[in-house]
């Protein structure tokens, strides 16, 4: 309870940035994030029809909707504009997926990460948290 109170003091009146935040990892994360009294949580995702399905699962006020991908230096400035937070979760993060699509891969889950990172720089973010994914244990293949 204390680690809880201790977060929920954290994040009080703060603006979120989750990019992947209607992906498997990143649509949990936004959930549990609106538990807080946050101000709003910006949610940067490539994928259309998971960020609909998140608004209308969670339905609530403070969620922002931002069609996007990390890629995209620009839309990434627009969205860390005034963001006190940014939880980094997207990512192409299927093995057979990213086996198949290696380039994609690459610019996605490294060049989209050093957009991010380079931008939160000039943008001055309090936090930068990075969420990584269980792939590479036990890899099995270059990619995890």
Do not use: W
């Amino acid at each position: 309870m204390k680690k809880k109170n201790s977060l929920s003091s954290e994040l009080k009146n703060k603006t979120i940035l989750i990019t992947g935040g209607a992906g498997s990892i990143g649509s949990i994360l936004t959930k549990k994030i609106l538990e807080f009294p946050i101000d709003s949580v910006r949610v940067l995702d490539i994928n259309e029809h998971a960020l609909f399905k998140l608004k209308h699962t969670l339905n609530d006020s403070r969620l922002r909707l931002l069609l996007g991908s990390i890629i995209d230096k620009e839309r990434v400035e627009l969205a860390c504009n005034n963001v006190d937070v940014i939880f980094h979760a997207a990512a192409i993060k299927n093995i057979e997926i990213s086996e198949f699509n290696p380039i994609e891969t690459i610019e996605t889950n490294v060049n989209g990460l050093v957009n991010l990172i380079k931008i939160a720089n000039r943008t001055k973010p309090k936090k930068f948290i990075n969420i990584s994914t269980d792939k590479a244990v036990n890899p099995s293949t270059l990619y995890g």
